[in-house]
């Protein structure tokens, strides 16, 4: 029944998709630089062609943080707002619409400009940040060596050899961090990618993997207001008002998340994609669910309530021909959190079996109508 969903042609949704993993292009070029990983080349379309007739869903809670996600227009709009702000005031007063949509440490820092623009209505964004570096910097640091102290801790219990080969790429980290040099900034991906080289077999996998995942626990400016602020005060890369004032919407744009990563072998089929915002969708990566449900311990609530949003959706006439929608959400997210999300569709009016006998109903009534408007002159 379901391959009748996958063989089906969807206009290919036209909003930034965000499977970073896939992709080194992200389509909406705002968010290249703000919250994406660059990975190895892939056709984006093909990618995500399925995850289509999610694109109509608006107001939907993000399974991974709770906030309510952004759609392609509605962060349109808000950039258009914010690029006629000049100042601190002006841009706080249009950002003011959109709390509920800030992710927490984009929320912390319009809280941050907020209070800025209370005693400087006339100064901008990024005057606020300069002022903000110099302490954010050094904090900045201490979280760096706290997780790289912590990924050394790990290696002790390693062998000598692979316990040295550890210690020399965090050392070569904390060089770079220290000469913060500007033509060679110090990026989590650095320490990642320098781990991937280390070759580890036999017994030792299991924890040189747990020593990986403590790794993304890097600062990032989407993670640590102090990551945020050095990096929006970088003078080799130096950013407007307006650029800083739309950075704290742009991870809320809704997006196509792979339950079950691209880069893993998931599939591009409906039942593998969930809308979540762009900066969670980004930051999660390739985690395996359960390590990220560690993270953020509320993702199966948040879940639940993205669930029953698209069940009222359906029953709204939305997503007809994906009635089944639900069930294969279900079950993709209960296999790829090894059962700690488990959805109740109690509140679903149809059964699994009607779902599915309404997407075939769709599906034929679809290919009936193709039939009728068939014209043969245009073969």
């Known amino acids: 029944m379901y391959n009748l969903l996958v063989s089906a042609k969807f206009p290919v949704w036209n909003q930034t998709s965000v499977d970073y993993r896939c992709s080194p292009k992200p389509l909406d070029k705002r968010l290249?630089?703000?919250?994406?990983?660059?990975?190895?080349p892939v056709n984006f379309k093909s990618a995500t062609s399925n995850?289509?007739?999610?694109?109509?869903?608006?107001?939907?809670?993000?399974?991974?943080?709770?906030?309510?996600?952004?759609?392609?227009?509605?962060?349109?709009?808000?950039?258009?707002?914010?690029?006629?702000?000049p100042d601190a005031k002006s841009a706080v007063k249009v950002l003011s619409r959109y709390t509920k949509n800030m992710l927490p440490t984009e929320k912390k820092m319009f809280s941050i400009f907020k209070d800025y623009a209370k005693k400087n209505p006339n100064g901008t964004f990024v005057t606020c940040l300069k002022g903000l570096r110099p302490d954010a910097y050094k904090k900045l640091l201490l979280e760096e060596f706290d997780v790289l102290d912590s990924v050394d801790d790990l290696s002790r219990n390693m062998s000598p050899d692979l316990a040295l080969a550890v210690r020399h790429k965090t050392t070569r980290c904390r060089d770079i961090i220290l000469k913060d040099d500007p033509n060679n900034p110090f990026k989590r991906k650095t320490l990642i990618s320098s781990l991937d080289e280390i070759s580890v077999s036999g017994t030792e996998k299991k924890l040189f993997e747990k020593l990986k995942e403590r790794a993304r626990y890097l600062p990032t400016s989407g993670s640590s207001e102090n990551a945020f602020i050095v990096k929006y005060t970088d003078t080799a890369k130096p950013r407007s008002h307006q650029e800083?004032?739309?950075?704290?919407?742009?991870?809320?744009?809704?997006?196509?998340?792979?339950?079950?990563?691209?880069?893993l072998g998931g599939a591009n089929s409906l039942g593998n994609f969930m809308l979540t915002s762009a900066g969670r969708n980004s930051e999660?990566?390739?985690?395996?669910?359960?390590?990220f449900i560690e993270k953020y311990p509320d993702i199966p609530k948040y879940t639940q309530m993205h669930v029953e949003q698209i069940i009222d959706n359906i029953h709204n006439g939305k997503l007809k021909g994906h009635e089944d929608y639900p069930y294969k959400l279900k079950q993709s997210l209960n296999n790829e959190s090894n059962g700690l999300i488990n959805l109740d569709l109690s509140s679903y009016k149809y059964s699994?079996?009607?779902?599915?006998?309404?997407?075939?109903l769709n599906k034929t009534k679809s290919d009936t109508k193709k039939e009728f408007n068939f014209d043969p002159f245009k073969i």
């Open 51 to 85: 995850s289509a007739p999610l694109k109509t869903l608006r107001g939907m809670i993000d399974p991974y943080s709770g906030i309510t996600m952004l759609s392609n227009d509605e962060l349109n709009t808000a950039e258009k707002l914010l690029g006629k702000c």
């Open 284 to 291: 999660r990566g390739n985690m395996p669910m359960p390590k």
């Open 32 to 40: 290249q630089q703000d919250i994406f990983i660059k990975s190895s």
């Open 244 to 263: 800083i004032a739309k950075r704290l919407l742009r991870p809320s744009l809704q997006s196509a998340e792979h339950i079950h990563p691209n880069s």
């Open 352 to 360: 699994e079996e009607e779902a599915e006998n309404l997407v075939l």
